[in-house]
C-alpha cells in the first residue's frame, strides 16, 4: 500500500482527466485512474505515470452506477489507502441537437452520468476524508463546463443543465462539510481540445468558436489540471466553494 496521499480522477483515460492524473503523480500522488470500458487507454496513462516513477492503478468503474462507484473506493482503499483527493471529472454527452429532439433516454444517462455519479464518487469520498467519520481530511474538485453559464443552445442543453447541477452541488457540499476538513470546489473549462467535442458530433468544434474566446485559442487539457491541483494544494488552503472559469477570459 502506498504512503504517498491518494487521489481518484475519474474519467481519467484521456482528457482533462488523463492530464490530471499525469500532473497528480508528478505532485506526489498515488493515483487511482479511473475509466469505464478503455482499458488500454487507462493503462497507457498508468504506463506513463510508472515511466516517470511515480504511482498509479487503473480501475474500471461505471460512475453512473451505485455498486461501481462503492467498489472503486473500497478496491482504491485496498490498493493504494484511504483517499484524500477526488476529481469528479468523468461525464458525457450526446449528438448535438435542440431540446425537441431529445428523448428521454438520452436525458437520463446525460444526469446519471454527470450528476448522480459525480454524487456518489464525492458521498464515498466524504465517508473517508470527513472528520466526522474518523479521517483527516482532503479535497474534492468537480469538473464542470462554461456550458453551466451559456446553456449550449442548439447543441446539448441537457449536458449544460447537468453542468450547472454540478456548480449548485460543489457549493452546497463545500458548506456542508467545511468544518470537517475537506474542502470542495469546482473548475469549469471552456473550449479545450478534447475528445469530448467527437462525442458531440463535431471534433473540430473548438476551432469554429475559438473566435469568441478574448484570447482568440481554445486551452489545452494541462491548463486545466494546473488549476485542479492548484485548488487541491495547500496554497488554495483558505478557498472551497469557488468556481475557477479556465476558459480563456469567456
Given at each position: 500500500m502506498s504512503q504517498l496521499p491518494v487521489i481518484i480522477v475519474t474519467?481519467?483515460?484521456?482528457?482533462?482527466?488523463?492530464?490530471?492524473?499525469?500532473?497528480?503523480?508528478?505532485?506526489?500522488?498515488?493515483?487511482?485512474?479511473n475509466y469505464r470500458q478503455d482499458r488500454d487507454s487507462a493503462e497507457a496513462v498508468v504506463q506513463q505515470i510508472v515511466n516517470r516513477h511515480g504511482t498509479?492503478?487503473?480501475?474500471?468503474?461505471?460512475?453512473?452506477?451505485?455498486?461501481?462507484?462503492?467498489?472503486?473506493?473500497?478496491?482504491?482503499d485496498a490498493c493504494l489507502g484511504r483517499v484524500s483527493a477526488l476529481v469528479n471529472n468523468a461525464a458525457t454527452l450526446e449528438k448535438q441537437m435542440r431540446l425537441d429532439a431529445m428523448d428521454s433516454a438520452r436525458m437520463e444517462h446525460v444526469l446519471a452520468v454527470?450528476?448522480?455519479?459525480?454524487?456518489?464518487?464525492?458521498?464515498?469520498?466524504?465517508?473517508?476524508?470527513?472528520?466526522?467519520?474518523?479521517?483527516?481530511?482532503?479535497?474534492?474538485?468537480?469538473?464542470?463546463?462554461?456550458?453551466?453559464k451559456y446553456g449550449s443552445p442548439g447543441e446539448y442543453v441537457d449536458y449544460?443543465?447537468?453542468?450547472?447541477?454540478?456548480?449548485?452541488?460543489?457549493?452546497?457540499?463545500?458548506?456542508?462539510?467545511?468544518?470537517?476538513?475537506?474542502?470542495?470546489?469546482?473548475?469549469r473549462p471552456g473550449y479545450i481540445y478534447t475528445e469530448m467535442h467527437a462525442k458531440g458530433g463535431e471534433p473540430a468544434r473548438v476551432d469554429r468558436v475559438k473566435s469568441s474566446v478574448p484570447m482568440q485559442r481554445?486551452?489545452?487539457p494541462e491548463e486545466v489540471a494546473r488549476a485542479i491541483l492548484w485548488l487541491l494544494s495547500e496554497e488554495a488552503s483558505y478557498i472551497t466553494g469557488t468556481i475557477v472559469d479556465v476558459a480563456g477570459g469567456r
Open positions: 474519467g481519467a483515460n484521456c482528457g482533462i482527466g488523463a492530464a490530471t492524473a499525469t500532473l497528480a503523480a508528478e505532485r506526489g500522488y498515488a493515483v487511482c485512474v498509479a492503478i487503473a480501475l474500471q468503474a461505471d460512475i453512473s452506477r451505485e455498486a461501481d462507484v462503492v467498489a472503486l473506493f473500497r478496491e482504491t454527470n450528476v448522480r455519479g459525480a454524487m456518489l464518487c464525492a458521498r464515498e469520498a466524504v465517508r473517508r476524508m470527513s472528520t466526522r467519520h474518523g479521517g483527516s481530511g482532503g479535497g474534492i474538485v468537480n469538473v464542470s463546463s462554461l456550458a453551466a449544460a443543465a447537468s453542468k450547472g447541477a454540478i456548480d449548485s452541488f460543489t457549493i452546497g457540499l463545500a458548506k456542508e462539510v467545511a468544518e470537517e476538513r475537506i474542502r470542495v470546489n469546482a473548475v481554445g486551452g489545452q
